[in-house]
């Protein structure tokens, strides 16, 4: 928020890491007003400097016609799809039109040591059977999952759903049924 004594203009610049980002004219009315800027952040990971500064309000007092704060940029999520080779899925396309970093892998490409992992945020079985993968890959993407936080989502479209092995049917929220429905 800004305040003025006077209504006037000001115009506000915003600089990341230094460097100009943005500039705008903002009408700033007696008293206190606010104002809104749509800024890009950078996409490098990491710890950013934002700073906000107002030129034209002729305050003698410059010192405060400055804020600045810290921004942390995260990385982008990659996501690990497990899924049958024979065609490419949907889900890829769109999480990486959203910005992620997507590798599609067959089944049997599943880990087996809870550390490779780490660079993933999320495991997507995606249109597959999961009594696919070895009982290595279950526990292992299960301890993943439980212990580290890793994020699974199992998804069926063209296959029914069956009983899920009883390594990785523990962890999920919701089970199918017993048996197949007629």
């Known amino acids: 928020s800004l305040y003025a004594s006077r209504d006037m203009d000001v115009e506000l610049e915003a600089f990341f890491d230094g460097r ?3 500039t705008e004219t903002h009408h700033a009315t007696e008293g206190t007003s606010s104002a809104r800027l749509s800024l890009r952040f950078p996409e490098d990971p990491g710890i950013h400097e934002l700073e906000i500064a107002v030129r034209g309000a002729g305050d003698a007092v410059s010192a405060n016609d400055r804020w600045r ?10 996501v690990r799809i497990l899924h049958a080779p024979d065609s ?6 769109v999480l990486r039109d959203a910005g ?3 590798e599609v892998v067959s089944p049997q490409q599943a880990f087996t040591r809870v550390q490779q992992y ?3 945020a999320l495991v997507i079985a995606d249109e597959i059977e999961l009594n696919d ?3 290595e890959q279950q526990r292992t993407l ?5 212990d580290e936080g890793g994020g699974l989502i199992t998804a069926s479209f063209n296959h029914p759903v069956r009983r899920t092995p009883r390594t990785l049917r523990e962890i999920e ?3 199918p049924p017993p048996a197949q429905p007629e």
Do not use: H, N, Q
Request: net charge negative; proline share 14%.
């Open 133 to 135: 993968l070895s009982e």
């Open 173 to 175: 929220p919701i089970e």
């Open 118 to 120: 780490d660079p993933y």
């Open 100 to 102: 992620m970093e997507v």
């Open 20 to 22: 100009s980002g943005l």
């Open 88 to 93: 490419t899925p949907i889900l890829a396309t």
């Open 142 to 146: 299960r301890t993943w999952v439980e």
């Open 69 to 78: 704060t810290l921004v942390e940029v995260l990385p982008k999520p990659r």
